[in-house]
Nanobody, 125 residues
Framework: QVQLVESGGGLVQAGGSLRLSCAAS????????MGWFRQAPVKEREFVSA????????TYADSVKGRFTISKDNAKNTVYLQMNSLKPEDTAVYYC??????????????????WGQGPQVTVSS
C-alpha cells in the first residue's frame, strides 16, 4: 500500500514557476515508477511526466518537454515536478501516481495503482 500526499500547487502568472512535491508512505516506494498527470476541466486526464523507480530514466509529454523536470528522492520518499515557463494551457489539477509495473507503460494512467489528491495549478495570462 502506498499513500501519496501532494503539495505546491497554486496561482502563478504566465512565465512563472512552481514546484510540486509528492510525499509517499510505504517501504516499497523506491520500487515504484512515479508519474505526474493533469486534468483540465472537461478534458481527459493526460500524461505529463514519469520517472523510473531507479531514477535513471525520465519521460515527458511533448507539451512540457524542456519546461518541466521530474526528479525523485528515494531517501525522502518524495517525487518532484519543477515547472518553469508556465503557460495558461498548463492550468489543471495535477496528480502524482505510483506504478509498480513496467516502465514501458508508464505513460498510461490505467497502469498506476496509487494516486495523490491532486492540487490545482492555475496560470494566469
Amino acid at each position: 500500500q502506498v499513500q501519496l500526499v501532494e503539495s505546491g500547487g497554486g496561482l502563478v502568472q504566465a512565465g512563472g514557476s512552481l514546484r510540486l512535491s509528492c510525499a509517499a508512505s510505504g517501504r516499497t516506494f523506491r520500487r515504484y515508477n512515479m508519474g505526474w498527470f493533469r486534468q483540465a476541466p472537461v478534458k481527459e486526464r493526460e500524461f505529463v511526466s514519469a520517472i523510473r523507480w531507479s531514477g535513471g530514466l525520465t519521460t515527458y509529454a511533448d507539451s512540457v518537454k524542456g519546461r518541466f523536470t521530474i526528479s525523485k528522492d528515494n531517501a525522502k520518499n518524495t517525487v518532484y515536478l519543477q515547472m518553469n515557463s508556465l503557460k495558461p494551457e498548463d492550468t489543471a489539477v495535477y496528480y502524482c501516481a505510483a506504478d509498480p509495473g513496467s516502465w514501458a507503460t508508464s505513460r498510461s494512467p490505467g497502469e498506476y495503482d496509487y494516486w495523490g489528491q491532486g492540487p490545482q495549478v492555475t496560470v494566469s495570462s
